[in-house]
């Protein structure tokens, strides 16, 4: 009995000194100082395709999963009732056009009779004083000049207001013409189709939304570090991350540093229970790396995140952190 209760303390030792000697073997153990790590997973901005305007959904150009450039042309709304608003607005503008011509003919009309008045009171003028007219003629000529000279105000003022109504019909003509160019809904950026939210022949008010699309030119993995390890991070600080389903690292910067912390997510795990309130770090994924390999790109996928610390001394990145994507400069050198 005592044979036996020997034998299994020796194989829980035996058992226990393999295990830890596992758990050493696979553990972050050998990251050197200066190094810290988190686990999170690949995310990306969500950007909600909606229209500007009420109306039918005319023609859906992508289908979930597509991958879509910037400024692709994705879905119409129909707009034969606009583009009839806007033929009515172009024949306000030139209706108003007709106005101002007409404008500017009273205007000359009203420069002739001011010039003719003028000439007759220079007349009566000459004529009063020499005794051969009346000072009767003489004061009715001078009205004359004056009704003459306020035909002349009305008739410029008339102009500006006729001006004014050419600046309105096109600005009204500008606007249909904006709707218009609304109803067509293009990528913002680079991206792929994430949901199709409407369907052709469906009416959708506006800021209803027709696609959701994945930003693919800006991806990202979000991880949690306790304060001690936070306040080393700074913003274009070297990473690497390391994803579950490659065997390589992506080199990364770290783009955002929150200022506050808060209660560590369900999903984030940390090496202490203890470690309730953490900060967020973001860690961004160049755009020119994420462009070449655009067609694997996928989010969601979990990994880990490595940041290099700033300071007096940075750490060289360990071995197993040298391993770099296909195709990149400097991949399994030291970084």
């Known amino acids: ?105 009273a205007i000359a009309q009203a420069k002739a009779q001011l010039i003719l008045a003028e000439q007759e009171l220079v007349r009566s003028s000459r004529l009063v004083k020499q005794g051969h007219t009346s000072r009767e003629v003489h004061d009715t000529r001078f009205s004359r000049r004056e009704v003459a000279k306020a035909n002349l105000r ?45 369907e052709p022949g469906e009416v959708v008010s506006s800021g209803g939304k027709v696609l959701t699309l994945i930003n693919l030119s800006d991806v990202y993995m979000e991880i949690f570090l306790p304060s001690a390890q936070a306040h080393r991070v700074n913003v274009g600080a070297d990473a690497r991350i390391k994803l579950d389903i490659v065997d390589f690292f992506v080199p990364a910067k770290v783009s955002f540093v929150s200022p506050t912390s808060q209660f560590t997510p369900k999903q984030v795990e940390t090496p202490s229970e203890r470690e309730k309130l953490m900060f967020r770090v973001k860690v961004r994924v160049p755009s020119e790396l994420i462009l070449k390999h655009i067609k694997k790109v996928k989010t969601g996928i979990r990994g880990v995140a490595y940041i290099r610390l700033d300071g007096a001394e940075k750490p060289e990145w360990p071995e197993f952190l040298q391993k770099l994507p296909p195709g990149i400069m400097g991949s399994g050198t030291k970084k």
Do not use: C, W
Not at 6 to 30: E, K, Q, R, T
Not at 184 to 197: C, K, N, Q, S
């Open 154 to 198: 009305a008739a410029k003022a008339m102009l500006v207001s006729r001006q004014r109504g050419v600046d309105a019909a096109r600005a009204l003509a500008q606007e249909i013409q904006t709707q218009i160019d609304d109803s067509t809904l293009i990528a913002p950026t680079i991206g792929r189709i994430l949901y199709r939210l409407a």
């Open 1 to 105: 009995m005592q044979t036996n209760r020997l034998f299994l303390i020796g194989g829980f030792v035996l058992l226990g000194g393999i295990a830890y000697l596992l758990f050493s073997g696979n553990s972050n153990n050998h990251i050197p100082k200066g190094i810290v790590y988190g686990n999170g997973r690949i995310e990306a901005v969500q950007i909600d395709i909606s229209t500007r305007i009420p109306g039918r959904v005319k023609e859906i150009l992508a289908k979930e999963g597509d991958l879509v450039q910037a400024n692709q042309k994705l879905a119409l709304i129909d707009a034969a009732q606009l583009r009839a608003q806007l033929l009515r607005a172009q024949a306000g503008i030139a209706n108003a056009e007709s106005q101002v011509a007409a404008a500017q003919a």
